[in-house]
């Protein structure tokens, strides 16, 4: 029968394994493994109780949380893939408003270039229907089914590049806002880490 | 009539300690790369070494998460070595580029500790006052 103080250290670990699932299983495995070592080498100490060293490591939710934003925001700061930046803000969002502003943002930015890509992509297919028009109401630019009423295109084939440029300039300035923004809170981040810590460098201790 | 509904601003206490934070988000990248400049080590007696040798004493949890990401940065390396203990042990060490950086910010922290101790010798001058 399992003792009480592996069944302790075994719920923990579940529950590491649990905060880690958005991980690759590689991943969650090796951490996992890293911890049991730890916990198993601590508790080789005459006197250890389990309870008080799984208390030094902080609850499996923390800890999980600190490997999974801690490589998250590493990865997605230093990436230009907009799948890793948008999970990086997407982390953040669920913690407050900013998050979820950052997020809507950059999800508005990589929509409309990956929508004005698409369109010139479409434009030699559907011609008539592809195109930037201006009528008596609003301009539309981009894709109409049926084509405006009385509107009048105005950039013809030109359509294309103009398109494309316009929606690299939006996918960069968007990629470059999300990785300075990604930055930031890593710093931020990393400062939250630092006041986890016990109080330092006192002398004496 | 003053009216206390003024944000409450903070004590020097919270200030200080706000400012130790600043300052061990710093130093705590540089001491984990400063500890396996000579050798490699395992993540606890990483814990232990930086307790002994610079009273830096770090939450337990924090250390791994830390290491991971310094991993995952291209500044560590780690390998599974299976110890006499019966239990395999993760080691870490510096990679190349770990050990560049680690210098870089170990000349930094000298210059820069070496300025603000001049600059702060007087205040902390036995009797001396302003």
């Known amino acids: 029968m399992m003792d009480v103080a592996e069944l302790e250290m075994k719920q923990y670990l579940v529950r590491l394994r649990v905060g880690l699932t958005r991980m690759s299983l590689t991943e969650r495995e090796e951490i996992v493994q890293e911890i049991t070592a730890h916990i198993r080498e601590c508790a080789e100490i005459p006197g250890a109780e389990i309870a008080v060293i799984l208390a030094r490591l902080g609850s499996a939710e923390e800890l999980a949380a600190q490997y999974r934003d801690g490589l998250l925001l590493s990865r997605a700061s230093r990436s230009i893939s907009p799948l890793l930046l948008l999970r990086g803000l997407w982390s953040f969002a669920q913690r407050g408003l900013l998050g979820v502003v950052a997020f809507t943002v950059a999800l508005f930015g990589y929509s409309i270039g990956t929508g004005l890509t698409l369109t010139a992509i479409l434009k030699p297919f559907l011609p008539a229907r592809v195109g930037l028009w201006v009528g008596s109401g609003p301009f539309i630019a981009g894709f109409s089914a049926p084509p405006l009423e009385g509107g009048r295109e105005l950039l013809g084939w030109w359509y294309i590049p103009t398109a494309l440029a316009t929606a690299s300039v939006i ?8 990785r300075r923004f990604l930055s930031v809170v890593r710093e931020w981040w990393r400062t939250k880490l630092a006041q986890s810590m016990e109080p330092a460098f006192t002398a004496g201790r | ?25 710093g130093a705590l990248e540089m001491a984990i790369l400063a500890a396996l400049w000579r050798d ?22 924090t250390i791994y998460p830390i290491l991971s990401r310094l991993k995952t940065e291209g500044l560590l390396t780690s390998e599974w070595v299976e110890a006499e203990a019966g239990h395999p042990r993760k080691y870490y060490s510096l990679t190349k580029s770990g050990q560049v950086r680690v210098r870089q910010m170990a000349e930094v922290w000298i210059d820069f500790s070496r300025g603000l101790e001049r600059l702060i010798a007087p205040v902390l001058q036995k009797g001396g006052t302003k």
């Not at chain 2, 009539?1 to 988000?25: C, G, V």
């Not at chain 2, 490699?40 to 949890?61: K, P, V």
């Open chain 1, 171 to 178: 996918l960069w300035l968007t990629t470059w806002a999300t």
């Open chain 2, 40 to 61: 490699r080590l395992y993540g606890l007696e990483i814990i232990r070494f930086l307790e002994s040798s610079s009273q830096l004493i770090l939450a337990e949890g």
């Open chain 2, 1 to 25: 009539m003053y009216m206390a509904n003024k944000r409450a601003e903070p004590t020097t206490m919270e200030i200080s300690i706000r400012w130790e934070a600043q300052l061990r988000k």
